[in-house]
Each structure stands twice: as structure tokens, then as C-alpha cells.
């Protein structure tokens, strides 16, 4: 009969929490570079940019409509193949291109929704006192459709710390790659993979803490 060692998972957690940074690294670079693509994409299918709103929506149901892992292997073992500058690229890196780009997609709808949010009487109001369309953007309509969007935002990087598990798929050694040799070393699948479970339901529930004291703070105003 089945016998859970509790010694074995307890024993299990400092080696996991070593690669901790890796994993956090993933999820915080890609969600800086994801966002940035994110606004980009929003701005252009906002104003309806000509030949660049249909790539942007292009892009987006392409990243939106095939899975993660597919994306990662695409970057990872197609990309190098057509692109030989790309063959120099590590697997960290493909994680991060991988991570950046899939969730730029859907930080992209988040943020345009937030946009449309915003009352046109602000435009015009910022139209009358002078402000160029970049301007209102920048000063007006940005701040206040970031603070619309930050729960979706946090939902998405939540998302995203989870799917960083993928990683270990390209041989990144993060915690999910290091259960996964620990449960092939000792057989002991469940511990391990408990372990690694409850290392990831610890950070989802720091950042979820996070997140709502940032909304509260945001939303003092209002």
C-alpha cells in the first residue's frame, strides 16, 4: 500500500524554491516585454491604422488561436531552421520570446477594451485645451485605461507565471523541470509534484495579494 512520505516532500521544498529566480525571471521579463507589444497593438487597432490594424489582428488571432506549447516549440526548434540568427537564441530566451509574444496578444485586448472605456468627452476636453492626439494618449487616456485594465492585466500575468511550467519542456532548469528529475530520481511522483504545486499556489497567491492592494490604491481617486 501507498505510503505519502511527508519527510521526503517537506526535504523537497528548499530545493525547489534554488530555481525560484528562474521561473520569477520568466514571468517578470516576458510580462515587461509582453506589455510593451500590448500597448503598441492596442494603439493601432484604436486609431484603425491602415495595413497595421489587420496584422495586429492577424497576430493576435494567430498567438490567441494555437496553444502555448506549440508557440514555444516553433520558436525553439522551427524558428532557428528558416532564421539562422535565431539558432544562437538559448532555450531561456525562446521561453521568453515565447511567453512575450503569446501573452502580448491577449494583454493587447485587455488594454484596447480599456481604452474604448474612456469617455469621448475626454478627448474632446483634452482636444480644447490644446493637447495633439499623442499627447492626450500619452497624459490622459493611458493612465486611466491602465487602471481599468489591471485586473485582467494581473490575470493575464498570473497566466503567465503558471504557463512558465512550459518551460521545462525546452530544458530550462526551473522549478517545474527540477521536480520533474527529483520524481524521476526517487519515483516519488506524488510528493514531488505536490511540492511543486503548492510552490506555485504560494506565488499566485502573493501576486493575487498584490493585486488587490493596487487596485484599492488605485481606485481611491474614484
Known amino acids: 500500500m501507498y505510503s ?10 528548499p530545493i525547489l524554491l534554488k530555481y525560484i529566480n528562474i521561473t520569477l525571471s520568466l514571468a517578470v521579463i516576458s510580462t515587461v516585454i509582453a506589455l510593451s507589444i500590448a500597448i503598441i497593438i492596442a494603439i493601432i487597432k484604436t486609431y484603425n491604422i491602415k495595413v497595421l490594424s489587420q496584422l495586429s489582428d492577424l497576430y493576435v488571432s494567430f498567438l490567441r488561436g494555437t496553444p502555448l506549447l506549440v ?6 526548434y522551427g524558428l532557428p531552421q528558416i532564421i539562422p540568427f535565431f ?4 532555450a531561456y530566451w525562446a521561453c521568453v520570446l515565447g511567453l512575450s509574444l503569446h501573452f502580448s496578444a ?22 480644447s485645451l490644446g493637447l495633439n ?3 492626450t494618449f500619452i497624459y490622459i487616456v493611458l493612465p486611466q485605461s491602465i487602471r481599468v485594465a489591471i485586473p485582467s492585466l494581473m490575470n493575464n500575468f498570473i497566466d503567465l507565471v503558471k504557463s512558465t511550467s512550459l518551460a521545462f519542456t ?25 511540492a511543486v504545486a503548492i510552490v506555485y499556489w504560494v506565488i499566485v497567491l502573493i501576486f493575487t495579494y498584490l493585486q488587490n492592494k493596487l487596485e484599492i490604491k488605485l481606485n481611491k481617486a474614484y
Open 4 to 13: 505519502f512520505d511527508v519527510d521526503y516532500t517537506l526535504g523537497i521544498f
Open 71 to 76: 508557440q514555444l516549440f516553433l520558436f525553439y
Open 87 to 90: 539558432s544562437a537564441m538559448d
Open 106 to 127: 491577449y494583454m493587447a485586448e485587455s488594454i484596447r477594451g480599456s481604452i474604448s472605456s474612456i469617455e469621448k468627452g475626454q478627448f474632446e476636453a483634452a482636444y
Open 133 to 135: 492626439k499623442t499627447q
Open 170 to 194: 525546452l530544458g530550462v532548469p526551473e522549478i517545474m523541470a527540477k521536480a520533474q528529475l527529483e520524481a524521476a530520481s526517487s519515483f516519488k511522483y506524488f510528493e514531488s509534484f505536490l
